[in-house]
């Protein structure tokens, strides 16, 4: 079956970049999510790829993807503190059933 | 603003009652997801709903969980009996149809069996 692989915690300093990578198994995905979760709240879709494409940008945010690998990895420049969160890595054949990794937890310092 | 509405946001029990959670999806959306989140397990998909039908509940104990969607606005995910292993969160998401996997997550029921 399809699983989803991420390292458990990252801590950065406010103004550098944090990368959160992710590994997954299923090679049919065509759609590579990331999520966020801030405490207390349900998960919101921050960004998504398709597995025909190799990188894409939105802002601050950097998605790339490596389909060979199976290696999906997001890139936050400028990371702030109201980027501390957990994020979560997901993917899909269908666009509707989501296997979601274990989430990351990104730890922003001052 | 358009937001998925859960009830409660928290329940605490006693092992062997039966718990009921509700979900009101946004408006709209034709697919409606329950997941279970716990810290050794993360995120799990015990079933989700299209047009009001369950397309798949594998990931659900069927011997004790249950979920219905009685109508497009109410989706309710049942434990009976309940036990302390089922202490998590619990989100339900809803998704328009012909997306590509925006989910819209509810803030979810923490859920405590004792």
């Known amino acids: 079956g399809e699983d989803v692989e991420q390292s458990l915690f990252l801590s950065v300093r406010e103004g550098d970049s944090s990368v959160i990578n992710c590994t997954y198994t299923?090679?049919?995905?065509?759609?590579l999510y990331w999520y966020k979760q801030e405490p207390g709240a349900g998960l919101q879709l921050l960004t998504y790829?398709?597995?025909?494409?190799d990188m894409k940008q939105d802002q601050r945010l950097t998605v790339l993807l490596n389909k060979k690998d199976k290696h999906l990895s997001l890139r936050i420049a400028d990371t702030q503190t109201g980027d501390s969160a957990i994020y979560f890595c997901?993917?899909?054949?269908?666009?509707?059933?989501?296997?979601f990794g274990t989430g990351t937890r990104l730890q922003v310092t001052l | 603003d358009a937001r998925v509405t859960q009830t409660p946001r928290h329940k605490v029990t006693e092992m062997g009652q039966e718990v009921t959670m509700r979900c009101q999806p946004i408006?709209?959306?034709?697919?409606v997801f329950w997941y279970r989140q716990t810290m050794m397990q993360g995120l799990e998909l015990l079933a989700y709903?299209?047009?009001?039908?369950?397309?798949?509940d594998s990931g659900m104990p069927k011997d004790r969980f249950s979920a219905e969607m009685p109508d497009a606005t109410l989706a309710t995910l049942k434990i009976q009996p309940s036990e302390p292993r089922d202490s998590a969160v619990y989100f339900c998401?809803?998704?328009?149809?012909?997306?590509?996997?925006?989910?819209?997550f509810g803030s979810g029921t923490q859920l405590s069996v004792l």
């Open positions: 790829i398709f597995s025909n494409m």
């Open positions: 709903f299209r047009n009001r039908a369950p397309l798949d």
């Open positions: 998401a809803s998704a328009p149809g012909g997306g590509v996997g925006k989910l819209f």
């Open positions: 299923d090679s049919s995905s065509t759609y």
């Open positions: 408006l709209g959306h034709n697919t």
């Open positions: 997901a993917e899909s054949k269908t666009a509707s059933k989501l296997t």
